[in-house]
């Protein structure tokens, strides 16, 4: 994919674009599951998951509704350090994302093997707000933002 996706434009701030209710965070109840066809399976409560190792992640947003911001800086934890904590069986080749409310995404796992694609909970320094997918959302940057859940 080039830079800028063909019937791009570029934007300078995020928009919103969000189906249904925005969640409310609740640190009590919140939770971050890697589960299925995995070794290890895991749990970990949002202290936990801030406690792995935090990476940051420069990339562009593309949004099939026609827009892009370019340059974000997303901070959290790469796909592939889930991938080495929990040790996917060797048949295991899609990964199924689930979002609060409900929202799945499912994709080749070799196209999350990749070091730009980040489990995020900042964005640009700040804390990643709900209306944009917060308090985590992983992101995908070569592919459209809506596999981004």
């Given at each position: 994919m080039q830079r800028l996706p063909p019937n791009q434009d570029i934007v300078t701030d995020f928009p919103v674009l969000h189906i249904g209710r925005i969640p409310e965070f609740d640190k009590k109840t919140w939770d971050f599951r890697a589960e299925g066809l995995v070794e290890y399976?895991?749990?970990?409560?949002?202290?936990e998951f801030l406690a792995l190792e935090r990476k940051i992640s420069v990339s562009d947003f593309h949004c099939v509704k026609g827009w892009s911001v370019l340059d974000?800086?997303?901070?959290?934890?790469?796909f592939m350090e889930i991938v080495r904590i929990v040790k996917p069986a060797a048949g295991a080749r899609f990964a199924s994302i689930e979002a609060d409310g409900g929202y799945t995404t499912s994709l080749?796992?070799?196209d999350l093997l990749r070091e730009d694609v980040i489990f995020?909970?900042?964005?640009?320094?700040?804390p990643l707000e709900p209306v944009h997918g917060g308090p985590l959302r992983i992101v995908i940057p070569k592919?459209?933002?809506?596999?981004?859940?």
């Open positions: 399976p895991i749990k970990l409560n949002y202290d974000l800086e997303w901070e959290g934890v790469l080749p796992v070799m995020a909970y900042n964005l640009n320094g700040k592919k459209y933002a809506y596999k981004s859940a």
